[in-house]
């Protein structure tokens, strides 16, 4: 079945085939071979053998696409980004133990989630600004050297896409190299499995799974294992990540639907050829994107090249009075939730895994055609 071009930001498109194979499994769910189980996914036990071999599968499959090393755990937790905001600095601000002090933690504000990020974490820890283009609207990535990092800080936290304001980090901060010690965090909730991750420069990465990885409701941390251990007294025990890690992620009742709808998920990606094939895909939906967007005196777009994201493309009409129009054409044209974020207006496509190269094209063909109609 065809179905209109979803560029909503998040709970996002998901494969039409990855809901057409939960749809016929949701009364009774086959395993491997076949054979019917009697109950669907989400009436089963989360200890039973049936959701265990799921989540196993799940698991390796992540593994396996994200090339994640055997040092570092992979966590399904619940909460999402902004509960991580909080969940991260109570486990990890007292890596550096400071008798006098609260744990550090050093921010890198590149748009609104890190922004947020900061803020809450300020409520459990000493947290700091180590750069920030707010002054600029968010529209570059300060370059690492410019970093203000502290020594005492015990992590410096990024958003490697900022998911409302289109900025992405294309390439990982060496934080050795820059004369820190500091463990790198990372918010991917927009972009994990678009790209691969170079693990070698990260200490923790989360996500949110529902942009790149599933349904709302699950969040995936990925932790490097000598980090657990070191949360703080206050700490709930249900986001104490060596609690979870050492109970397989099963300490309390995981989101069991959400991690099935993510195993089918990452074996759709396999069969895509894996997150390098996807990139590839991403590099070539985004570009098509930019360039009309460039081309035009119609649209515009902010963010420095070199700081575009590849997954969230936010565009202004020069004419803005001209929004509603083009929203509603849009949705007649089969292209929906193209509307910005309320902080910011405008226009955002976001261009998931899950968007097709062809899904971008009808976009570019409908703001032509609707940019010649009007001039
Ligand atoms: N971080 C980023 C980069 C996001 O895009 C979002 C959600 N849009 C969040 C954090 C917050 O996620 P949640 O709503 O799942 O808490």
Same mark, same amino acid.
């Given at each position: 079945m065809q179905r209109p071009y979803n560029f909503s930001a998040g709970p996002a498109t998901i494969p039409s085939e990855v809901l057409s194979q939960a749809a016929a499994e949701m009364l009774n769910w086959p395993d491997a071979t076949g054979r019917l189980c009697g109950m669907g996914v989400m009436e089963m /036990?989360? *200890?039973g053998k049936e959701f265990l071999s799921i989540y196993e599968k799940t698991e390796a499959d992540l593994r396996e696409l994200l090339n994640i090393p055997n040092q570092f755990k992979i966590l399904f937790m619940q909460g999402g980004g902004l509960a991580e905001n909080a969940i991260v600095p109570l486990n990890l601000s007292a890596l550096r133990p400071n008798p006098e002090t609260r744990g550090a933690a050093d921010f890198v504000v590149t748009g609104s989630w890190s922004k947020k990020s900061l803020d809450e974490a300020t409520k459990f820890c000493d947290a700091r600004v180590a750069a920030s283009d707010q002054i600029n609207g968010f529209t570059r990535i300060p370059e690492p050297s410019t970093w203000n990092l502290r020594e005492k800080a015990s992590y410096v936290h990024l958003c490697t896409n900022e998911t409302i304001n289109g900025l992405e980090f294309h390439q990982l901060p060496d934080l050795k190299a820059l004369g820190s010690a500091a463990e790198l965090v990372i918010?991917?909730?927009?972009?994990?499995?678009s790209r691969p991750v170079d693990w070698s420069r990260v200490g923790l990465a989360f996500g949110g799974a529902?942009?790149?990885?599933?349904?709302?409701?699950l969040t995936l941390v990925v932790v490097r294992e000598d980090l657990l251990g070191h949360a703080l007294p206050i700490c709930p025990s249900a986001f104490d990540y060596q609690m979870v890690a050492s109970n397989q992620s099963m300490y309390n009742t995981p989101p069991t639907y959400a991690i099935y709808i993510a195993g089918l998920v990452f074996q759709w990606l396999k069969r895509q050829g894996g997150v390098l094939a996807m990139e590839q895909q991403n590099i070539a939906k985004a570009k098509l994107l930019y360039d009309a967007i460039d081309q035009s005196s119609f649209y515009v777009n902010k963010v420095a090249l070199d700081s575009r994201s590849r997954m969230n493309v936010p565009f202004f009409l *020069?004419?803005? /009075?001209r929004n509603e129009a083009f929203l509603t054409g849009a949705k007649e044209a089969g292209?929906?939730?193209?509307?910005?974020?309320k902080s910011v207006g405008g226009m955002r496509a976001s261009?998931?895994?899950?968007?097709?190269?062809e899904g971008v094209q009808t976009l570019v063909q409908y703001m032509r055609e609707f940019e010649r109609t009007l001039s």
């Open positions: /036990s989360h *200890r918010d991917f909730s927009s972009h994990v499995a529902q942009k790149n990885l599933g349904p709302a409701g *020069r004419d803005e /009075s292209l929906l939730q193209l509307k910005g974020h261009i998931y895994n899950a968007m097709p190269l």
